[in-house]
């Protein structure tokens, strides 16, 4: 018996164009090609049979429910790629094909897409419009408990940590399972020093999906250094590195705790790990695709190199990051610790820490400037001057 050849097979040997002549004859057929790429992770010629869809359906005047939808498909494969102003300018056709009413699925996706880009005042404004639309909804494309958990994360981004934590616990309150609300409310918590809050958020995120927890170990493994709970620290990054050895905030936090327990070698082969796994990340298009994840890589690699007495490597990560994302205040901090440690050089120090005040720390990032077992080793005898002392109390009041 014959077996039926894919669309997404033939078109992986002739093109895509010469495809449509024998296949594509209207706007439903482009669309179930874009939806064969899409599946087998071909985004790019997705992008291409979904706008010929999305065409098709203008052209022969179609209503606004099919172009709206093939739409967001595009969209959504152009978000895959990193290439948010496509996803977004699709994002904006289907919501305004229906000028007279709130077309949901277009404000979920846009507002995804805004919160990835680290645009949050615009995420919210689009998932106020989606809550306003459903407050209580449980259903596709997004429920409710998502879009309030994914506004607190907006709000988290904006320094807004009321607001954050009145949405995620809403979040809960609508869906109990909701792994994630917990995960970054206990997150928020651990900004806020609430250390036994962030603890209590990150067991029931365990509990909840007890087969992806690195994250939560390495968090979970953080708050517990800050109480000074080394032992269950060390515990909690080890889980994690033998759950996933490339775990490489993990190995750069053991190797910490090991440098704080005087037993440098340790460290230094931990830490060691942790830049091997970040240049790894940073070799990989699935991490440059995204600029969130690439800023984390560089500042991770930034602050690893710092730890291994790695100036230059340091420093040239951490302006890569601010490079691209010049609004997260770990960066200049890096680059503060960088100019002191390194060079000791207090006037370039002090501008960089103001630049990282500026920008907004939670109580928790203002206190590590003080711990050796954090932030603090690369400020030793800086953060008790009358100038960083200064600085440090007219932003903590902030």
Request: proline residues 3%.
């Amino acid at each position: 018996m014959k077996r039926k050849i894919s669309v997404a097979i033939v078109v992986g040997f002739i093109s895509l164009h010469a495809v449509s002549a024998a296949y594509a004859q209207d706007a439903e057929q482009w669309h179930s090609i874009g939806d064969s790429y899409a599946s087998s992770f071909q985004y790019e010629n997705a992008m291409l049979a979904y706008r010929n869809a999305f065409e098709l359906a203008r052209k022969r005047q179609m209503g606004c429910d099919l172009p709206a939808h093939y739409a967001l498909d595009y969209g959504k494969s152009a978000a895959f790629i990193g290439q948010y102003d496509k996803a977004l300018d699709y994002y904006d056709r289907a919501i305004s094909c229906f000028p007279d009413s709130e077309y949901l699925p277009g404000y979920v996706l846009r507002a995804g897409a805004y919160l990835d880009l680290g645009k949050y005042k615009k995420a919210i404004s689009d998932y106020d419009t989606v809550i306003d639309l459903n407050p209580d909804w449980n259903q596709l494309p997004v429920s409710s408990s998502t879009a309030y958990g994914n506004r607190g994360s907006a709000y988290d981004g904006l320094k807004k940590y009321q607001e954050a934590l009145d949405d995620y616990t809403r979040a809960i309150e609508l869906d109990p399972a909701n792994v994630l609300a917990y995960h970054r409310r206990g997150n928020l918590y651990y900004g806020l020093k609430q250390y036994d809050k962030a603890i209590a958020d990150y067991n029931k995120t365990i509990d909840l999906n007890p087969l992806d927890v690195v994250g939560v170990y390495c968090r979970r493994g953080d708050a517990y250094k800050d109480l000074k709970k080394y032992d269950k620290a060390m515990a909690d990054y080890t889980k994690a590195i033998k759950l996933i050895p490339e775990c490489v905030s993990c190995s750069k936090d053991l190797g910490i705790m090991y440098h704080a327990l005087g037993k440098p070698d340790k460290a230094k082969e931990d830490i060691a790990t942790a830049v091997s796994g970040y240049s790894r990340s940073l070799g990989s298009s699935d991490t440059l695709k995204i600029p969130s994840l690439t800023v984390d890589a560089y500042d991770g690699r930034g602050w690893a190199y710092l730890w291994l007495g790695k100036c230059e490597e340091a420093k040239i990560d951490l302006e890569k990051a601010i490079g691209i994302k010049d609004s997260n205040p770990h960066l200049y901090i890096g680059l503060g610790a960088y100019w002191w440690t390194c060079h000791q050089d207090k006037k370039q120090a002090l501008k960089y820490l103001k630049n990282g005040f500026k920008i907004g720390m939670t109580p928790r990032d203002l206190d590590a400037l003080y711990d050796d077992t954090s932030d603090g080793h690369f400020f030793k005898d800086f953060n008790n001057t009358p100038e960083f002392k200064e600085l440090f109390e007219k932003y903590r009041k902030k």
